[in-house]
Structure formats: C-alpha cells, structure tokens
T-cell receptor, first 117, second 112 residues
C-alpha cells in the first residue's frame, strides 16, 4: 500500500517558538493532503485541506495564521505551528489522497506528538 | 454536514470471540465508508472499506456491512486475537466533497 511519512514523530518546544511538521507521500503523488488534530482518547478533527500549488482550506474555528500550511510539491505538505502555546499541545496527523486514481482511499502518516512547555 | 455516531465506546472480549462495532451516519449522499485501526501513538491504518453500491465486504477475519436505507454500517471481527486490541474508527465521506468525517472511536480490548 501507499506510504505516508510524517516527521518528526515527537517534538517538545518552548512556548513562543514555531514548529514545522512534514508530511510526505513516498511512493505516490498527492494533490490533496489533509491535516488532523487529535486529543487524548478523542477522535480525529479535520483542521485543513492542503492543495498542491494553492492555498489551504481551513475548517471553521482553525486559525490559518496560527497553523500555516504549505503544499509546495506533489509529495510534500508542511504544517507550521507558529508561536506555539501549551494549548497547542496535541497529536497532529496528516493524510494523503493518491492523485490520478478514482480511489477514495486516504493514507495516514504516523502522527506527530507536539508538547509545548 | 455529515455526522457519524459510533458505538460502543469501549468493548472488551475474550480471545476467540467476535466483536461488532456499529456506526450511523446522517448524510444520505455519503458513499464511501472506511474503517481504521489506530494503535497507541500511531496514525490510523485502513483495515477495510465499503462503497455505497455494496452491502457487504469481507477480508479474512474482518467484514463490514452497510445498510443504506437505515444509514448504518458495522464492523465485524471474528476469532479476535490480543493484537486486535486498539481503537477503531469508522468514517463516512461524500467523495465529491472529499472530507472524511470520523466516528468517535471504539476502544477494543481482547483478553487472552
């Protein structure tokens, strides 16, 4: 199956700093990628849809200036948490949809645990 | 928008027993229903999916059924094993809009 690589798997940062998370599709091209946030023992919440070569579409209530998304190539999307605060601590997960197929399948990365001190 | 409810929230079974997880969805336009298994500290892994033109699909010990009229779908795991222990999420999507909506998750514990 298609592989989505997400890095880093875990990051600890100080309050006020920015953190970048990378999501790569390793063996397929992905025009569309998705970013989710997951709190402990909760479901996945869609934050934004990342489209290659265009601006991301953010879900209601998600601050676009806080969570910067860049999808500069068909295999890479990045999420930057700017000026991170303790309330941004969470598990962030990306997923990718394979371009050029009629498949609805989404492939997920392994997630990034962000802890802001 | 779509809303997906999932039950039960926790499920404990003995090894070898069957486990059933049920989901209901609200949007009749949803046409694709995947199930994911998530282990602690990892991303969700697709285990089986079903499209709206199919009523049932099976893959070894795992099966999914879909009732479009009632707008509910279920995951069936037979001959459960301890390594099946994880959190399972159902999801629904209208592929025209692409947004996957997840259920609230079921924590399955299979005891040896």
């Amino acid at each position: 199956g298609a592989v989505v690589s997400q890095h880093p798997s875990r990051v600890i940062c100080k309050s006020g700093t920015s953190v970048k998370i990378e999501c790569r599709s390793l063996d397929f091209q992905a025009t569309t990628m998705f970013w989710y946030r997951q709190f402990p023992k909760k479901s996945l919440m869609l934050m934004a849809t990342s489209n290659e070569g265009s601006k991301a579409t953010y879900e209601q209530g998600v601050e676009k200036d806080k969570f910067l998304i860049n999808h500069a190539s068909l295999t890479l999307s990045t999420l930057t948490v700017t000026s991170a605060h303790p309330e941004d601590s969470s598990f962030y997960i990306c997923s990718a949809k394979q371009t050029g197929t009629y498949s609805e399948k989404l492939f997920f990365g392994s997630g990034t645990q962000l802890s802001v001190l | 928008g779509e809303n997906v409810e999932q039950h039960p929230s926790t499920l404990s079974v003995q090894e070898g027993d069957s486990a059933v997880i049920k989901c209901t969805y609200s949007d009749s336009a949803s046409n694709y229903f995947p199930w994911y298994k998530q282990e602690l500290g990892k991303g969700p892994q697709l285990i089986i999916d079903i499209r709206s033109n199919v009523g049932e699909k099976k893959d070894q010990r795992i099966a999914v059924t879909l009732n479009k009229t009632a707008k509910h779908f279920s995951l069936h795991i037979t001959e459960t094993q301890p390594e099946d222990s994880a959190v399972y999420f159902c999801a629904a999507v209208n592929t025209g809009f692409q947004k996957l909506v997840f259920g609230t998750g079921t924590r399955l514990l299979v005891s040896p």
